[in-house]
């Protein structure tokens, strides 16, 4: 007697190296167009000690496929063991990396080719099953996600450089519906994180339920126009508006606006947009601003930044069926008609321009755009496990960092989920983060 299973479990296999295959090509090729598009000694300066040398980002990038794909799943020769140290992040830091001898660009490019030409036969061979590792091909797409991760930083890197602007790409969609105010979302608990999803990293999982208060939150990120009142209004000269630390850092900084606003003589307000000013678009998403600066402009308003929990929640959290979705508007992979992800635009859109991307309780624009910042540090989950190296969160959780969710318009959608948690210091503002609004509700309100 024949049974149909084998095959099916063959076509699952198959479907899943193809998947792979696609995010590997896609993160490759948005590597390639940032690092073509400079010429050699704009690939070796380093534009901000916040970042590192776009030449030393792209040989990172082969050095993680070669070590995990190359040498842990495949088993294979080592293609460079003489530059493991000189591509480990945590050797040295980004302001020391334009000191190191690092690959020329033709030669990082070789390498990074050559690792790849060896991932295939790797990616060919897996049985994608049979130990963690491999398991629904989770080390292929860690490294995907790598990639991509690295793609935002060189992108946020060419945000920083000087000079004509080399990235193109067609303007984000226009609004075409009206948000405003704010979605009460009752209290009750609900799964937070997954222990399901196969690509997912070691700091969401695993999935565990959260009960939270009844909360509001606001049914779009806080608009430019919005954080101009904000400035206009002295919020920057304001002490009681800032915590210590954040008063300290501002005064330091010399914090006056977002980064990369410009006034003009006439008092009309710029963005610089990779490398290119732009009039200040009113209904645009905040963008680049920390979290102190956040944190004033909530008090401000008379509110505060939401909490990891409540974010995930008004993202994920369906009230009618009580079911977690794997995004604000199912579980459907997010589509050019969703979410503002992958660079296909260089901003984030107006507010309103993703309406079938809403959740279900009416919160706009919770995946791309901006990365949100939220309340909560950097902290493990209950049952948390390292996966596949402690390096990758482990070690930053409890440390000076808040996290940030949804993903920004340089976000690919394989490293930007329902429950994807990024995190940083609260003094960054290079980073394409905004943030929105939450207040806690009494219970006649509730």
């Keep these: 007697m024949t049974t149909t299973q084998p095959n099916s479990d063959l076509i699952r296999t198959e479907q899943l190296r193809e998947n792979i295959a696609a995010a590997l090509i896609r993160a490759r090729r948005r590597t390639a167009t940032l690092t073509d598009c400079v010429d050699e000694a704009e690939l070796r300066a380093q534009h901000s000690p916040l970042m590192s040398p776009l030449v030393w980002d792209l040989a990172h990038i ?51 080719g050559a690792v790849r030409d060896k991932v295939w036969d790797v990616l060919d061979r897996s049985p994608l099953r049979g130990n963690d590792l491999v398991e629904g091909g989770f080390a292929f797409g860690m490294i995907a996600q790598h990639e991509q991760q690295h793609d935002e930083t060189m992108l946020a890197t060419h945000q920083l450089r000087t000079g004509a602007p080399v990235l193109t790409a067609p303007a984000p969609p226009a ?182 991307g809403a959740s279900p309780a009416g919160v706009h624009q919770l995946i791309g755009d901006v990365w949100e910042w939220t309340a909560s540090g950097f902290h493990s989950y209950p049952g948390f496990r390292a996966f596949p190296y402690r390096e990758y969160s482990e070690v930053f959780f409890g440390g000076d960092y808040r996290v940030l969710r949804g993903g920004s318009f340089g976000t690919d959608q394989v490293a930007c989920r329902g429950t994807f948690r990024n995190w940083d210091h609260p003094i960054r503002r290079q980073i394409f983060a905004g943030f929105r609004l939450a207040r806690t509700v009494d219970r006649e309100e509730a």
């Design 62 to 112: 082969g050095s993680q496929e070669e070590l995990w794909l190359v040498r842990d799943v495949g088993g294979r020769e080592p293609v460079r063991p003489d530059i493991d140290e000189l591509y480990d992040a945590f050797k040295h830091a980004r302001s020391n990396r334009p000191q190191l001898p690092l690959l020329g660009p033709d030669e990082a490019r070789g390498y990074v």
């Design 175 to 356: 609004a075409t519906t009206v948000v405003h105010g704010e979605v009460m979302i009752p209290a009750g608990e609900f799964v937070m994180g997954t222990s399901t999803d196969p690509w997912a990293l070691d700091n969401e999982r695993p999935a565990h339920p959260v009960h939270v208060p009844a909360f509001a939150i606001d049914a779009a990120p806080v608009s430019n126009a919005q954080y101009l009142e904000f400035v206009a209004d002295g919020g920057y000269e304001r002490r009681e508006l800032w915590s210590e630390r954040g008063w300290s850092y501002r005064r330091e900084a010399g914090l006056t606006a977002p980064q990369f606003w410009e006034r003009d003589t006439d008092g009309r307000w710029w963005r610089r947009v990779f490398g290119a000013p732009r009039p200040l678009r009113p209904e645009q998403p905040v963008v680049h601003v920390c979290w102190f600066e956040a944190e004033a402009y909530a008090n401000w308003a008379g509110k505060r930044l939401p909490t990891e929990a409540e974010w995930e929640k008004a993202a994920r959290y369906d009230p009618g069926t009580g079911r977690t979705r794997a995004y604000p508007w199912g579980d459907a992979d997010p589509g050019p008609g969703l979410a503002n992800l992958g660079q296909r635009h260089l901003e984030p859109a107006d507010i309103g321009a993703y309406p079938a």
